[in-house]
């Protein structure tokens, strides 16, 4: 797997996190570049600890993201081999796996600013909003794009996003399959379950 860089992951995963006050109607555009803002104050504050940092962020990220549909995205044509139950604790897992992952790198936060260059209209009606990260220790700035998809309410909400060209649902989905191909829904339950109890989530190159 292609991890994405360490100083970037709270930057990234957390501005995956579209759920600040955002006004009813608002563009893609407008509901990423108002949470960015409100992701990386929570990462700049000072006063608060590595763990009501993460609080905070996960609570942006729960109002937001639509993990059933980036499950079954994740997941692909392994989606069918799930029962309801299992579909329900995965959804959860992989939830609590990336939590776990930017939790980790929280605190590396160095300055960084996001800047929205613009967006697409996607098929399915997604639409992609492409950003730039820049400042704080790094050099070059990185490119980001956020893929979003309108729920029921008319709300934008995040399904992928894809670092310097890299998918997180198709990094996600190579690690995944090798897992399904060898034990089924219940050795990756399973494996998930176990790196998210230990803490055991920094992927090593091509592993889970």
Known sequence: MHAIPRGLLAALSLTISIASPVAAGASPEDTVRTTADRALEILANQALATDQKTEQLADLLDGVSDFETTSKLVLARGWRDFSDQQRKEFEKLLRDYLIARYRNNVDDYAGEKVEILGGRTEPRGDYTVHTKV???????????????????????????????????????????????????????IATLRKKVETGDVEPAEGTL
């Open 134 to 188: 820049a400042g704080g220790k790094r050099g070059s700035p990185i490119l980001v794009d956020y893929r979003l998809r309108k729920d029921d309410d008319g709300g934008w909400r995040v399904i992928d996003i894809v670092a310097e060209g890299i998918s997180l649902v198709s990094n996600l989905r190579s690690q995944f399959q090798s897992l399904l191909s060898r034990g089924g829904p219940e050795k990756l």
